[in-house]
């Protein structure tokens, strides 16, 4: 069975300190991984896909296959950036079932 | 363009009532998912439904029920509520390997 594991439960960092959110998964074949993010208070959003390969409000994310990773970076954090995130990972087969991992809260000091 | 909507968007229940959660997506999406949302456990998925017709369940169905009453809609039935199904409840729906659109969540005390 895939797992998705994000090992920070919380991470605090300063504005404009380059940020570093953990992922790591495990699955035997070739999964699709996102990130979501959820604000104070609003619903669950994507924020971005590997598959897309891009950049959405500075963050990015490179999925690499030998070390099952799928870091979430920004180089430098904004206070807005508070948030919880989560990686998830999605098995394709014509829809998705997707793993989620436990979450990392992040805090942005001013 | 409402998304997914989710109703209520909280509940306050006393063990052993029933209620069904509902949700609604307006964007022709053929999956749809219910996920609780837990502290330090991340979401969980109970019970998904893959295309108009077909229900499945997920990591965590006991204690619940679902039906896809048509491509928009799929509600999630507690028939007899316990204080572990205190929660936030997610719909959401996708449409192949697109990513989830979340509905705003549903917070569910049973005392």
């Known amino acids: 069975a895939q797992r998705v594991t994000q090992p920070e439960k919380l991470l605090s960092v300063f504005k404009g300190a380059p940020v570093e959110l953990k992922c790591n998964y495990s699955?035997?074949?070739?999964?699709?991984l996102f990130w979501y993010v959820q604000y104070s208070r609003q619903r669950l959003q994507l924020l971005l896909r590997h598959i897309s390969r891009e950049s959405i409000k500075g963050f990015t994310a490179d999925l690499n296959k030998g070390e099952t990773s799928f870091h979430l970076k920004k180089p430098f954090a904004q206070e807005e950036d508070s948030a919880m995130y989560y990686c998830a990972l999605s098995i394709s087969g014509g829809y998705q079932k997707v793993t989620f991992g436990t979450g990392t809260k992040l805090q942005v000091i001013p | 363009n409402a998304g997914v909507t989710q109703t209520p968007k909280f509940q306050v229940l006393k063990t052993g009532q029933s209620m069904t959660l509902q949700c609604a997506q307006d964007m022709n999406h053929n999956s749809m998912y219910w996920y609780r949302q837990d502290p330090g456990m991340g979401l969980r998925l109970i019970y998904y439904?893959?295309?108009?017709?077909?229900?499945d369940k997920g990591e965590v169905p006991n204690g619940y029920n679902v039906s896809r009453l048509n491509k928009r809609e799929f509600s999630l039935r507690l028939e007899s509520a316990a204080p572990s199904q205190t929660s936030v409840y997610f719909c959401?729906?996708?449409?192949?390997?697109?990513?989830?659109?979340f509905g705003s969540g549903t917070r569910l005390t049973v005392v």
């Open positions: 439904s893959a295309s108009e017709g077909t229900t």
């Open positions: 699955y035997s074949g070739s999964p699709e």
């Open positions: 959401a729906s996708s449409e192949w390997d697109y990513g989830y659109t």
